[in-house]
């Protein structure tokens, strides 16, 4: 069992706020890395945040200080608190995982490191 069902995105004003869940299966969820990616039409998939099994976890600059990565063990669930959006968030956000463990930078920085991915959810931020 290897799934992972984004959930939570939708349009917002800038400023706003939006929380987006990520179901996963046990087995995903038991990767070592878990995290949330965008993408926006003709731009590369981007890494947005990160989290390791121990709880340490990692930020894009652009998200530093308005974006928050949690996890709750016992739903199986990850989950982005994204606060003071800007038109700039606009994009497709998918959760992924990687089994392996590697250096939590690495990993943000590199969407080719992630083994699994969601189907995607939207988030669009007006002006």
């Known amino acids: 069992q290897v799934q992972l069902v984004e959930s939570g995105g939708g349009s917002v004003q800038a400023g706003g706020s939006l929380r987006l869940s990520c179901a996963a299966s046990e087995y995903t969820y038991s990767s070592y890395y878990m995290g949330w990616f965008r993408q926006a039409p003709g731009k590369e998939r981007e890494g947005v945040a990160v989290?390791?099994?121990?709880?340490?976890?990692s930020y894009a600059d652009s998200v530093k200080g308005r974006f928050t990565i949690s996890k709750d063990n016992a739903k199986n669930t990850l989950y982005l608190q994204m606060s003071s959006l800007k038109p700039e968030d606009t994009a497709m956000y998918y959760c992924a995982a990687r089994r392996g463990a590697y250096t939590l930078d690495r990993v943000l920085k590199n969407p080719r490191y992630l083994d699994f991915w969601g189907q995607g959810t939207q988030v669009t931020v007006s002006s």
């Open positions: 989290i390791a099994r121990d709880g340490s976890s």
